[in-house]
């Protein structure tokens, strides 16, 4: 069985190294949201219709994948939670992961605006974002999306029945990892290295 842990948040929030962290804590594997976006845009340019359903089928097809190999996965997500197909697409995954006998974890991080623009610029998020390089333009963009959807849940809301959300304002990625560790009682595999990181 296959397990999948989905961090979510706005951009800049600290998915991708909360993500990290939990990977090498836990021994799962990782896939950012920008893996498929990256790959996508290269092959057929940026959010073109070829783009945008390669990214799609990229996703679909790493899930499916995970499932029939019982590999664990770590998932990184932007959510808009005033979109109703946003639900409708997370709870198709947890249901793929569940009736395959797994468990589907949401993690929902929030940090403040001055600290997401602080970490829109790090020279980690650059090395790993090809598309974040551009900073005027990602700036623009992290707070035009702040401005035109809801990007975290609101006071009391849940989705899910394993749903943890961490203001991560002031939390190093290891503080949070940890947090979630602890709340949903995880234990690492045993696996090699090269299995779950090889070259990254």
């Not at 893996?35 to 996703?59: K, L, M, W």
Request: with cysteine; proline share 2%; aromatic share 12%.
């Amino acid at each position: 069985m296959a397990n999948l842990i989905v961090v979510c948040g706005p951009q800049a929030v600290g998915k991708m190294t909360v993500a990290e962290s939990l990977r090498d804590k836990l021994r799962y594997n990782m896939m950012m949201n920008h893996d498929s976006i990256e790959v996508s845009d290269r092959i057929f340019g940026f959010n073109t219709p070829a783009q945008r359903e390669f990214n799609a089928y990229f996703r679909e097809k790493a899930f499916e994948l995970a499932v029939k190999h019982n590999v664990d996965m770590i998932f990184t997500y932007v959510c808009a939670f005033d979109e109703p197909a946003e639900k409708e697409y997370l709870t198709g995954l947890k249901d793929l992961f569940e009736r395959n006998g797994g468990s589907f974890l949401f993690v929902e991080l929030y940090a403040d605006m001055d600290t997401r623009l602080q970490r829109n610029e790090t020279p980690h998020r650059m090395e790993r974002k090809a598309s974040k390089r551009d900073v005027a333009w990602s700036r623009a963009n992290l707070i035009a999306d702040a401005e035109k959807y809801r990007l975290n849940s609101d006071e009391g809301e849940t989705w899910f029945e394993n749903h943890l959300k961490i203001d991560n304002t002031h939390l190093s990625p290891d503080e949070t990892a940890d947090r979630v560790i602890r709340t949903f009682q995880l234990k690492a595999n045993d696996r090699d290295e090269k299995e779950y990181r090889f070259g990254v």
